[in-house]
């Protein structure tokens, strides 16, 4: 028996939480666009399970922050939802004297969600075929200056299976640092009967982040991807410089179930979308960007 749940949705919702001091929002939303799906397959002795999810908002979002003074503050920021490209910000000063500076820019279209599903074998066999493409980038720029009774400072970024954490408790502490993420397309099959289950996902997307810190308390720094894992912590006085640079790409044609048939709905060629340059992102080294220099105006 097969039982399959699956949902595609527009609502029409903000996925933007942004909660700061001084903030400057341009931004047009459609919605939310995607799809949910998990299936069971299974007979009198056994059973299988698989599940995928992939959701989107397009939509043009850009913020310009700044911050200058003397006392306490607090911050929460939050993306979510943006085809698997996430950010997180929580930031408490005591007293003291802050200096920032933020850019922030989001961009994210549909292109095309396409899902094939095969029930057969007396519904003791489930197979699925998904083409999607849901163009994403964020594009994010921080200066920070703090001296004071204490800062305390997290941030996370992911973009699908790259995740950036930096942690922070100072006194005294200054940060720069850039954060391009970008996600592209995929394909996506699955092959389930009660007994065994055969699946492929393929992805394009880049991650690149570049920073330079200094504290005097506590610092945290984490990368982890699908294959790889920096973990850095240290007490004291320290000044960090770390360098990202991840690309995944995938070839469809490379896939074991690709027919022109089939993908006929869709052309070869993808879109992205256009990320303004904004000051600063000189300072990362895009060239392992490839074709994807051509986001970048």
Not at 119 to 142: A, C, F, G, M, Q
Not at 210 to 217: A, Q
């Amino acid at each position: 028996m097969v039982l399959v749940i699956s949902e595609g949705l527009i609502i029409h919702q903000n996925n933007i939480v942004y909660l700061i001091m001084i903030l400057s929002i341009f931004s047009q939303a459609e919605g939310k666009v995607g799809y949910d799906i998990h299936v069971l397959v299974n007979n009198e002795t056994m059973s299988t399970h698989w599940g995928r999810s992939h959701w989107t908002s397009p939509l043009s979002f850009n913020s310009d922050e700044k911050c200058k003074g003397d006392g306490n503050s607090s911050k929460y920021i939050k993306i979510d939802g943006f085809s698997g490209i996430n950010f997180r910000e929580t930031t408490h000063t005591k007293k003291g004297r802050l200096l920032e500076q933020k850019q922030v820019s989001l961009v994210s279209f549909l292109n095309w969600i396409y899902i094939d599903e095969v029930v057969s074998d007396k519904s003791e066999r489930y197979h699925v075929k998904i083409n999607e493409s849901t163009p994403t980038s964020l594009l994010y720029l921080e200066d920070t200056t703090y001296r004071g009774d204490g800062i305390f400072k997290k941030q996370s970024f992911t973009n699908s299976a790259d995740e950036i954490t930096t942690d922070y408790n100072a006194k005294k502490f200054s940060k720069s640092s850039v954060f391009l993420g970008v996600y592209r397309n995929a394909i996506v099959t699955a092959d389930l009967t009660p007994s065994s289950l055969n699946e492929f996902l393929g992805e394009n997307y880049s991650t690149q982040y570049k920073m330079t810190s200094d504290s005097d308390l506590y610092s945290a720094f984490r990368f982890k991807s699908s294959d790889e894992l920096i973990d850095e912590n240290y007490i004291g006085s320290v000044k960090i410089t770390n360098s990202i640079s991840k690309v995944h790409t995938f070839d469809r044609s490379d896939e074991e179930y690709y027919v022109d048939e089939w993908l006929a709905c869709c052309p070869k060629g993808y879109d992205y979308p256009d990320v303004p340059l904004q000051p600063g992102l000189s300072n990362l080294n895009l060239s392992t960007f490839g074709d994807q220099n051509q986001i970048i105006k």
